[in-house]
């Protein structure tokens, strides 16, 4: 029986198709380190060099996952110069035994000899002329899948050889163009969605390589919850850029202790003007701010890039658009777990604070667009700051916070087949946990992983959200939008919000239906959250931005 290291992760390969280009591409010899990722928790390190010249391709790596029993001392991976497999070897440790695979490939056939401690055994498999070596547990196999994939098309068909277990075939399912903004400027990059067969059993690799080069970005098992990303897009300054305009401007602006992360997007053909710049034509502002949980600027949700689609259709309509990572996420810094509503609403002033200082901006219109809970958030920033001259809400909450998860968890249960009785427990539960947030007591019989998920000040500040005395302090021309098909948060919130901005003793108010969308602002058929995850591709529709465009320009400059 032949003995071998019981996987940390699944084994999964892909074949390619070989190609000449492959192996005609000028030579190559470069390292990078990568960090290892499991469930969240760094677990370890792989350093990997790569030499691709006339006689084919080297990859060779040491480190690995540290601990679990497996450590990988070094491995080689060795391809002809067609991009044929020719031999593998791993050199690990196993429970405190030595570990050796040595893997050659000859007439179709891979033969695989093991050394675990004192014991030897072989193993031989059929394996393709164009397959990708890819063991279990040495990431820097990917690489050699990396290079392949990233000059096919989608459906492309690739045979992965995991050894010394099997062969498995793997089909190109999905193949993405994107970008990856860091510290030293802006990636493009390729992403690879390849499903495979292993045994039955269906599995997923993504694989992001260097759309230039092939090298290798980020490999992910997803059932097995395991990242591998190269240690220079690690960095807080790292962020998924899907949203881009030629003309965007990343920069960093200043808030109350430390920087907020931003993408500035313009006009086409306007960009920021210099230092010497002299008369400048001033443009009407839109500062956007995302909704609940630890978004980033673009406040991607379910595959929508939510904010960053609105930013891009309010800039070619005149504007210049601001979206920026909420603090202590992405580039922004801050500390996410200790902030509330209210802290929200000072990074909001910080940033029209600065906006007041560019050449380019017009800042008696400046409005502050907040979507979801950030339209909670803007209203708190227009109640403080006499800088914003007109807010508009999205989908924003017009009830108090405690009475919207209430009604939020009462639909959901709506949708589960359950008793009543274990429904109107789920409900008390709701409450006692919410009574407790607020007060800081009564958390008896309540489960440690809901008290740690709730206790927060963020939730604090939201259940006591009360935008009756809020509203009565703004001022400001308000424009209230809401989806007709928004299920998450209904649309009576806006016209309780109506009702609320009708009393006030100043400030103009516009409410606006948008038929057929759902909370993501997207076209949807009910609006139900269960909804969401079949709308990934959608696009936010033009009547948000058409709607909040003929608006501003309807209200004057103050």
């Known amino acids: 029986m032949l003995r071998h290291c019981t996987c940390l992760l699944f084994a999964i390969l892909v074949g390619w198709q070989a190609s000449p280009a492959v192996a005609q591409q000028a030579t190559e010899d470069w390292t990078a380190s ?4 499991v469930q969240g928790r760094n677990v370890g390190s792989e350093q990997v060099t790569v ?55 000859a007439d179709g056939k891979a033969t695989n000899r093991v050394t675990q401690g004192e014991t030897a055994s072989e193993v031989t498999h059929p394996i393709a002329a164009d397959a990708i070596f890819l063991p279990n547990n040495v990431f820097a196999a990917a690489q050699g899948l990396a ?12 045979a992965l050889y995991v050894a010394p277990q099997a062969q498995v075939m793997g089909t190109l399912s999905g193949v993405t163009d994107e970008r990856m903004q860091t510290a030293s400027g802006m990636h493009e ?6 499903d495979i067969d292993n045994a039955g059993t269906p599995m997923v690799l993504l694989l992001w390589a260097e759309k230039a080069t092939g090298r290798m970005v980020r490999y992910s098992i997803t059932a097995a919850g395991v990242d591998v990303v190269r240690e220079d897009l690690t960095s807080v300054f790292t962020r998924e850029v899907k949203e881009f305009r030629e003309n965007d401007q990343a920069l960093l602006i200043p808030a109350l202790g430390f920087n907020i992360g931003a993408t500035i997007s313009r006009p086409a053909g306007r960009v920021a003007p210099g230092k010497k710049d002299k008369n400048v034509e001033k443009l009407p502002v839109v500062v956007l701010v995302g909704g609940s949980g630890n978004v980033d600027r673009d406040t991607i949700a379910y595959g929508i890039p939510v904010m960053g689609q609105l930013a891009g259709q309010l800039a070619d309509a005149g504007f210049l658009v601001v979206r920026y990572d909420k603090r202590g996420v992405g580039q922004s810094g801050g500390r996410a777990e200790s902030a509330t509503l209210s802290d929200y609403a000072d990074d909001v002033i910080s940033v029209v604070k600065w906006l007041r200082e560019q050449k380019d901006v017009d800042d008696r219109r400046i409005a502050v667009v907040g979507h ?24 924003a909450p017009g009830v108090k916070g405690n009475e919207l998860v209430l009604e939020q968890q009462r639909t959901a249960l709506e949708g589960l087949k359950l008793a009543d009785d274990e429904k109107q427990r789920r409900v008390d539960l709701q409450k006692q946990v919410m009574n407790a947030v607020i007060t800081g007591q009564g958390w008896d019989g309540v489960p440690e992983a809901v008290r740690k998920q709730a206790d927060t000040p963020w939730f604090r500040s939201f259940l006591l959200w009360d935008p009756a005395p809020v509203m009565r302090k703004v001022d400001e021309p308000l424009l209230i939008l809401h989806g007709a098909l928004d299920r998450q948060v209904p649309l009576q919130n806006a016209e309780v919000l109506n009702g609320l901005a009708l009393h006030r003793k100043k400030g103009t108010t516009t409410m606006v239906m948008v038929p057929g969308i759902n909370h993501l602002l997207v076209p949807a058929k ?8 079949s709308l990934q591709g959608a696009k936010v529709s033009p009547e948000v931005a058409r709607q909040i465009v003929e608006w501003l320009k309807q209200v004057p400059a103050r």
């Open 34 to 37: 990568y960090r290892i990722v």
């Open 51 to 105: 030499v691709r010249d006339a006689e084919g391709l080297a990859i060779r790596s040491s480190g690995g996952i540290a601990g679990g029993g497996y450590v990988l001392r070094r491995a080689e991976m060795v391809y002809g110069p067609t991009g044929a497999p020719i031999r593998l070897r791993t050199e690990a440790r196993l429970k405190d035994q030595p570990l050796i695979v040595d893997t050659t490939v």
């Open 147 to 158: 290079y392949r994939v990233n000059a096919l098309q989608a459906g492309a068909k690739v």
């Open 189 to 194: 990059l390729r992403r690879h969605v390849i």
């Open 372 to 395: 979801s809970e950030g339209g909670a958030v803007a209203l708190l920033a227009a109640s403080r700051a006499d800088d914003i001259k007109a807010i508009v809400t999205i989908a």
């Open 526 to 533: 009910t609006g139900e959250v269960a909804e969401y995850g």
